[in-house]
């Protein structure tokens, strides 16, 4: 059965449910009314009896003092002590049932009291009787008037329970009336409310299956036809399904390779490094990128590859999805690339240094040289020189962004105690100073590392304060997001922060040349070796106050270049 019409039928299940139950509630409600009722009537029949208990009682009293016969006395005294106790029931029972009628209390105090009047007039006949063996006419006329109050009391509070039965015997009347016609009323509305609801559902998820089953088509399309490699493996690293572009590069079908593993399809060496990067990313719960090589007809060709773990609606790892793109050109063109810029970079420092040497042995051989000629020859040896540097910082760059690294364990606090030691000609030239404690240990490579730390530190000390020793603080804030957050903060001349993002582009400079000398691109070689150790950086910065670096590397590294 489709998914629509389960939804269809359960929801028209649900409304005759909760209108079944509408109907039930209804009769509960009868019921529940009418045990209110009940329990007015039982009020009135305890105050019925207690009033036939000592009428009795009373009459027990009377043949007592005409047949002188002590059994009636003594059922009399009997009713005396049961009196307070039967009184207790009923004024319990209305208190316990929320039913203590308007002036109730009066009547009973009342009955309490005329009681006592009764009882103190009766030990007075029976004291008569037992001394004399007969009761005076004013002794018995007070006990008659004694008699007649404590009914009259008792009429008063019967007449009144008999109110409150009738008034809620009305109620109840009306409340079921009114109960019913609510129940049913929302009982009709909630079954046409889930039938509307149901048909609106239906006709929802029906066009959601459409839409999901267009989806997946273009998916498939798209899958089917894009250059990449794409696949799904289950958590013991077995195949689930690959697309198109895999079936056609290595010549396998999906059926083929479903269940199998890669060691099933490619050499030992090769698989394993697959499967050791399926598990990382299966154990840690987190993506991998990075290169992997996969042999083809014509060689060994380098993959970059993204895996992320597949979860279930538990949040469970049960597998991953790798999505993998032959970087085998781009790399040959990296390398030619590399070659051809090494080679032209030596090339063109032969000439430049040249240039700075015949400068100064024109300088020195020439000793009528006038001082407009010299500033062009010192002018062209400056440039020489800028040149020289401006080549030394590109094959720098395209070192750290063409050079495979691998990363190692590397404690910051000795490499900064280490990168200050080989610094100190400028730390001490600049009258500065560097403080730096508790660092971490990360993972990375030491020598871009070095770099990095050594660029932000020259960085600070050249765009110091005139006037002012440069004071540099490196410090770790807190762990972020399975980051370590380090701080390099200085006292320098700061920037206008709307230039933040500029400072890390190539060339950029904020400063005139003249003033502070540089090629611009000593901050894009820093965001470049973060980059390429899975971090960030960012620049917080007030004019003439100073600037702060902000780095974040990994605490973990997940992927290697």
Not at 6 to 15: D, E, N, R
Request: with cysteine; hydrophobic share 35%; glycine share 6%.
């Amino acid at each position: 059965m489709k998914t629509e019409i389960k939804v269809l039928m359960g929801f028209l299940i649900l409304g005759l449910s909760i209108a079944s139950t509408s109907f039930f509630l209804a009769n509960s409600t009868n019921d529940r009314l009418v045990e209110f009722g009940l329990k007015h009537s039982e009020s009135l029949r305890k105050v019925q009896s207690l009033r036939s208990k000592t009428m009795g009682a009373i009459e027990e009293s009377l043949a007592y003092i005409l047949s002188g016969k002590e059994i009636e006395k003594q059922n009399y005294l009997a009713w005396e002590i049961d009196f307070d106790f039967s009184l207790k029931q009923f004024t319990d029972f209305d208190a316990l049932n929320n039913m203590e009628a308007e002036g109730e209390k009066e009547l009973t105090d009342q009955l309490i009291s005329h009681k006592k009047q009764l009882s103190k007039s009766a030990r007075k006949i029976f004291n008569e009787y037992d001394q004399k063996g007969s009761v005076s006419p004013e002794t018995f006329q007070e006990y008659e008037v004694n008699i007649d109050e404590l009914d009259t009391s008792f009429q008063l509070l019967i007449k009144d329970e008999q109110t409150e039965v009738n008034l809620a015997q009305a109620f109840i009347r009306e409340e079921i009336r009114s109960e019913k016609a609510k129940i049913y009323a929302l009982g009709t509305l909630t079954l046409v409310f889930c039938l509307s609801f149901g048909c609106f559902l239906y006709f929802q998820i029906k066009r959601g299956n459409r839409l999901r089953e267009e989806n997946e088509n273009q998916l498939n399309i798209i899958a089917n036809n894009t250059t990449s490699v794409i696949y799904m493996k289950d958590i013991e690293g077995k195949y689930l399904l690959i697309n198109k572009r895999y079936e056609d590069l290595f010549n396998l079908k999906n059926q083929e390779v479903k269940g199998k593993n890669d060691l099933d399809l490619f050499p030992k060496e090769i698989a394993n490094n697959f499967i050791k990067n399926d598990r990382n990313v299966m154990d840690s719960g987190k993506p991998f990128e990075g290169e992997e090589n996969a042999p083809h007809e014509d060689g060994m060709h380098t993959y970059i590859s993204i895996k992320v773990p597949l979860r279930n609606s538990k949040g469970i790892v049960y597998g991953i999805c790798g999505i993998s793109t032959d970087i085998t050109e781009r790399k040959k063109a990296e390398s030619e690339l590399e070659t051809f810029a090494s080679i032209a970079s030596h090339d063109l420092q032969a000439p430049l240094r040249k240039i700075s040497l015949f400068g100064d042995r024109l300088i020195q051989s020439t000793v009528n040289l006038d001082e407009k000629s010299k500033d062009y020859i010192q002018r062209m040896q400056n440039s020489a020189k800028q040149m020289s540097h401006f080549i030394e910082n590109m094959l720098n760059f395209s070192a750290i962004s063409a050079e495979q690294i691998s990363f190692e364990k590397i404690d910051l606090q000795e490499r900064l105690k280490e990168i200050c030691e080989d610094l100190s000609h400028i730390i001490v030239s600049a009258k500065g100073k560097i403080n730096f404690s508790n660092l971490p240990e990360i993972e990375g490579n030491k020598t871009q590392i070095d770099q990095l730390f050594i660029n932000l530190i020259t960085n600070s000390m050249k765009y110091k304060q005139e006037d002012t020793p440069p004071i540099i603080n490196i410090y770790k804030g807190d762990n972020v997001n399975g980051f370590y957050e380090l701080f390099i903060e200085d006292n320098g001349i700061g920037f206008d922060e709307k230039f933040a993002d500029r400072i890390f582009e190539p060339f950029q400079r904020l400063h005139n040349r003249t003033e502070y000398k540089g090629t611009g691109l000593g901050l894009t070689i820093c965001k470049k070796i973060v980059d390429r150790h899975n971090g960030s950086i960012s620049v917080k910065s007030t004019p003439k106050k100073g600037t702060t670096f902000i780095i974040k590397f990994p605490i973990k590294q997940t992927k290697n270049y």
